[in-house]
């Protein structure tokens, strides 16, 4: 079909009915540890029946709207997404975290076990508490040697997470500002805990002739850097009583033609405030620069295919990597498929603040 394309043909192209043949390396998932038992993951799935958060969180009043000093914590049933809107500017404002249920879930006849224990999953971590943690669910063969990287990297790591969002051309909410989500560990367990949002003009206005000619802005300043990496340093401080040695941040939203970019200016910035944040210490900084706007795809070999099977078992095992064309990138396939044959995979380049740092493919 492709090759009856007038484009394709015009070009004097024909597509292959081949498709590449590469080696891949599946990465085993880690056990899920609760507070008395593990649980192991199948396929990116584990059960969450008989389980206890490891650090359950403690709730001073529980109320349903907010009228008092000395509440932390506020559960909403009401609904709407403008309620959700006033809900949240009243955490930004007073600090109480607040989590809002609709009336529809709360009276559903399927209401059960399941509902009510999602509700308390997200309950736990918004105050503060930890539902589970990680620990190697199998040894990783590195330099022909049994690795735990848990042990080894995490202990002293602090994992943060960036990601940029802008509206979408032609949007009616073209000029609202662009937003970048972040978040962040305070524990030696890569416990994402923490988080927030920065904005900020996503429009480069000064490369542009005109407003609808200017570029999207993909990559941050040390300004809009400075409040997450400043907040991530005091709160992991205050954790462990000292600073990380390593700080690895995965950095979304980004484009193959912006990785020199964000290697060659944002991990400078970053390495600066981290720096400025922990009295004069730099930790080793590694920032993996990660984008899913492809249209690459892994597939299993047909013959390894079983039509029968549901989606997940078709496509390819969640962890599933490839070695990229240079030392420093990585296709992997970090979650599950729910669809038939339609694996998406990330892009991932490794981005060392120094040449002496391992973030080779394997590592």
Same mark, same amino acid.
């Given at each position: ?9 015009? $070009?004097? =192209? ?13 990465? &085993?998932?880690?056990? =899920?540890?609760? &507070? ?20 359950? @969180? ?8 907010? /009228?008092?000093?000395?509440?932390? !914590?506020?559960?909403?049933?009401? @609904? ?39 509700? =308390? ?71 994402? $805990? ?48 000292? !600073?990380?040695? !390593? ?21 400078? !910035?970053?390495?600066?405030? %981290? ?35 549901? @989606? ?24 599950? $498929? ?5 694996? &998406? ?8 603040? /120094?040449?002496? %740092? ?6």
């Amino acid at each position: 079909m492709i090759d009856n394309n007038p484009y394709v043909a015009a $070009a004097d =192209i024909r597509v292959s009915n081949q498709m590449n043949n590469v080696p891949a390396q599946v990465l &085993k998932a880690p056990l =899920i540890v609760f &507070k008395e038992n593990g649980k192991s993951v199948n396929f990116a799935e584990w059960n969450l029946h008989d389980v206890s958060f490891v650090q359950p @969180a403690r709730i001073n009043a529980f109320i349903v709207f907010l /009228s008092s000093n000395g509440i932390n !914590y506020v559960l909403a049933l009401a @609904a709407g997404t403008p309620f959700h809107h006033i809900l949240k500017a009243t955490e930004v404002v007073s600090g109480v975290v607040t989590q809002q249920i609709e009336p529809k879930t709360a009276t559903s006849q399927k209401l059960g076990q399941v509902t009510i224990g999602n509700i =308390i999953l997200k309950m736990n971590p918004k105050l503060g508490g930890y539902n589970q943690y990680f620990q190697q669910g199998a040894p990783s063969a590195l330099n022909n040697q049994n690795v735990d990287a848990f042990k080894s990297f995490m202990e002293v790591t602090m994992v943060m997470g960036f990601y940029l969002s802008h509206s979408a051309p032609g949007n009616s909410r073209e000029g609202e500002p662009s937003v970048c989500g972040y978040s962040f560990s305070i524990n030696n367990r890569g416990n994402v $805990a923490r988080g927030g949002f920065i904005y900020f003009q996503g429009r480069d206005f000064e490369a542009g002739n005109a407003d609808e000619q200017a570029p999207m802005k993909h990559t941050l300043t040390d300004i809009e850097l400075r409040k997450p990496l400043q907040e991530a340093c005091t709160l992991y401080f205050e954790k462990n009583g000292k !600073y990380p040695e !390593y700080v690895l941040v995965y950095r979304f939203g980004t484009s193959d033609g912006e990785i020199e970019k964000v290697k060659s200016e944002e991990s400078g !910035y970053m390495a600066s405030i %981290l720096s400025d944040a922990m009295d004069g210490r730099s930790p080793k900084l590694i920032v993996i620069s990660v984008r899913r706007q492809h249209n690459t795809r892994l597939f299993k070999q047909h013959a390894d295919i079983n039509g029968n099977d549901k @989606a997940p078992l078709q496509n390819v095992e969640p962890g599933s990597c490839v070695a990229g064309t240079n030392p420093a990138d990585i296709v992997m396939v970090p979650h599950r $498929a729910l669809q038939v044959r339609n694996c &998406k995979p990330h892009f991932c380049s490794n981005l060392p603040s /120094s040449e002496d %740092l391992d973030v080779s493919q394997d590592f």
